[in-house]
T-cell receptor, first 116, second 112 residues
């Protein structure tokens, strides 16, 4: 068990438009979900932590109005990139933790966003 | 501030060799440490999770050790195979925190 899916796997959008990425825990309830961004050949950069039913906690330097995160249920979190620009092009990965310890994070397959 | 370092950044070895990947962290007040594997363009696959009270974890040909006091962890891969080629990441979770702090990864290539 502990499978996390992301949709879409790849998306291309035009500059100025918004795009939504979904993260789902398929076989467990995720009280906490995390959103990361990864640049080519770099490690993961945590963008925000979201707990079900409450507002997301954003890392320093991440614009909360640009990267909207919603965690409305125990199996779904969404990341919306608003007014996307080419510099937002990146690989976005989500992860989820089960309720209770040891709080192991299970990662989704990632979404490749390209803004033209 | 927790910092995680992985050495080497890249490693290339012939098939069949045993190898060790290193991870060090600056703050020993950790809750657990995870080793992940990432294939190009893919998400992360969790390999092993070690709680702060544990010394090691094993899964198949993989063995991860943790020396919390010295701020070090190693991932030992026995009898390496070409399919082991990937980037290996270690990450630590601080006590009382939810988020993981990642190292930069070691890009491993196993040559047939």
């Amino acid at each position: 068990g502990a499978v996390v899916s992301q949709h879409p796997s790849r998306v291309i959008c035009k500059s100025g438009t918004s795009v939504k990425i979904e993260c789902r825990s398929l076989d467990f309830q995720a009280t906490t979900m995390f959103w990361y961004r990864q640049f080519p050949k770099k490690s993961l950069m945590l963008m925000a932590t979201s707990n079900e039913g409450s507002k997301a906690t954003y890392e320093q330097g991440v614009e909360k109005d640009k990267f909207l995160i919603n965690h409305a249920s125990l199996t779904l979190s969404t990341l919306t990139v608003t007014s996307a620009h080419p510099e937002d092009s990146s690989f976005y990965i989500c992860s989820a933790s089960k309720a209770g310890g040891p709080y192991e994070q299970y990662f989704g397959p990632g979404t490749r966003l390209t803004v033209t | 501030k927790q910092e995680v370092t992985q050495i080497p950044a890249a490693l290339s070895v012939p098939e069949g060799e045993n190898l060790v990947l290193n991870c060090s962290f600056t703050d020993s007040a950790i809750y657990n440490l995870q080793w992940f594997r990432q294939d190009p363009g893919k998400g992360l696959t969790s390999l092993l999770l070690i709680q702060s009270s544990q010394r090691e974890q094993t899964s198949g040909r993989l063995n991860a050790s943790l020396d919390k006091s010295s701020g070090r962890s190693t991932l030992y891969i026995a009898a390496s195979q070409p399919g082991d080629s990937a980037t290996y990441l270690c990450a630590v979770r601080r006590e009382g925190a939810q988020k993981l702090v990642f190292g930069q990864g070691t890009r491993l290539t196993i040559n047939p």
